[in-house]
């Protein structure tokens, strides 16, 4: 396949801003402000407990993707479920694979750590992404994500 997925590193703050900006636009016609996506980026490359970021570098050593997982803790099964936070590829290298790359490598980060399962949203008209997402494994899960605005 030509890509390695690696640890992001504060060298690739940019790019995973870029990413992001994109996915928003991309998956929900959002625009989102670039210092804050900036600023949330820089603390989960500082910390892994605010996130932890993924890069898909393809065979010229492109930053093509990215993928990011928050924890949430079970008090019920005593460990925790890996949220997939982000996911994006660059337009030019879907449909190659790297997205199965992405998420593997995940589930393998998950699964050494003793993660629960993976989880993730999307949103309901995003038809592509969740094609996508049924293909990789995923399947529709019994629970409603509900919000309360503060």
């Not at 094609?131 to 919000?147: E, H, Q």
Request: with cysteine; charged share 30%.
């Amino acid at each position: 396949m030509g890509c390695i997925v690696r640890r992001a590193k504060p060298t690739d703050l940019e790019k995973l801003v870029e990413f992001t900006l994109s996915e928003a636009n991309e998956a929900e016609g959002l625009s989102k402000n670039s210092e804050m996506a900036r600023e949330g980026i820089r603390a989960a490359l500082e910390d892994d407990s605010v996130a932890i970021y993924w890069v898909l570098q393809d065979s010229n050593n492109e930053v093509a993707g990215n993928i990011s997982v928050v924890k949430e803790w079970s008090n019920w099964n005593a460990g925790y479920y890996w949220w997939v936070q982000s996911l994006y590829i660059k337009p030019e290298h879907r449909g190659r694979g790297y997205m199965k790359e992405l998420i593997q490598t995940v589930k393998e980060s998950a699964r050494q750590r003793k993660g629960l399962d993976l989880r993730l949203y999307v949103h309901k008209n995003n038809k592509r992404a969740i094609s996508a997402y049924l293909k990789t494994g995923f399947v529709d899960s019994d629970y409603r994500i509900m919000i309360m605005e503060i």
